[in-house]
């Protein structure tokens, strides 16, 4: 029963590195979502997928690339880390449908990236 | 662009009170919406959530209403306790949508 799994938990880098965050649901939903945390500002939508094969912009995208590898997997990439990106990052799902009758957001537990 | 404003920013109240979180949304679109709880330094819990077709949601002493025609949720939390400590946010989306967009969240201390 793991639901949504998020790795790695913490990740230091440095300025201009680069890393991908996994995420991965067990649940068969179809619709993923990545986002940051910052303090006083809320969660904000960085991506989301809402089905294999598509992606679309959230609210703060610039600076990140992701890829909807399967029904499962839901990747983040940052091509150049810079230090504004250090944030806490989570990744969510959910069965969506005009028909679904539940529509529960679920989340993983988190990155916490830290750009030097 | 659809924003969520929850008020107030933080509570300090007693153990025992009873409190609401406020939740408003500007979208006019049918909505669903979810309330969590996040501890410091830990992920989102869900907590309840009200579909378009329902108007309210219980679950122990937390329950939630949501009146789609004044854009508000109302998260009520009975008898508080230190343990309910924690931040609480809520989310909205429209039925059937993807883009789910949250409050700033209301920051919640019981003092025992």
């Known amino acids: 029963n793991a639901g949504v799994t998020q790795t790695p938990k913490f990740q230091v880098l440095k300025t201009g590195q680069s890393m991908t965050l996994q995420c991965a649901q067990d649940?068969?939903?179809?619709?993923m979502y990545w986002y940051r945390q910052d303090p006083g500002m809320g969660l904000r939508l960085i991506y989301y997928?809402?089905?294999?094969?598509?992606?679309d912009k959230g609210e703060v995208p610039n600076g990140y690339n992701v890829s909807r590898l399967n029904k499962r997997e839901f990747s983040l990439r940052l091509e150049s880390a810079a230090p504004s990106q250090t944030s806490v990052y989570f990744c969510?799902?959910?069965?969506?449908?005009?028909?679904?009758?539940?529509?529960?957001?679920?989340f993983g537990s988190g990155t916490q990236l830290s750009v030097l | 662009k659809q924003e969520v404003t929850q008020i107030p920013a933080a509570l300090s109240v007693p153990e025992g009170e009873n409190l609401v979180l406020n939740c408003s949304f500007t979208?006019?679109?049918?909505?669903?919406l979810q309330w969590f709880r996040q501890d410091p330094g830990k992920g989102l819990t869900s907590l309840l959530l009200?579909?378009?077709?329902?108007r309210e949601q219980t679950s122990g002493r937390l329950n939630a209403s949501l009146d789609k025609s004044s854009g508000r949720s109302t998260l009520y939390i009975a008898a508080s306790q230190p343990g309910d400590s924690a931040t609480y946010l809520c989310?909205?989306?429209?039925?059937?949508?993807?883009?789910?967009?949250f409050g700033a969240g209301t920051r919640l201390f019981v003092k025992a």
């Open positions: 649940m068969n939903h179809n619709s």
């Open positions: 997928s809402a089905s294999e094969g598509t992606t």
């Open positions: 979208d006019s679109a049918i909505y669903n």
């Open positions: 009200i579909q378009s077709s329902q």
């Open positions: 989310a909205v989306w429209r039925t059937g949508g993807f883009k789910t967009i």
């Open positions: 969510a799902s959910r069965r969506t449908g005009r028909i679904s009758t539940n529509e529960k957001l679920f």
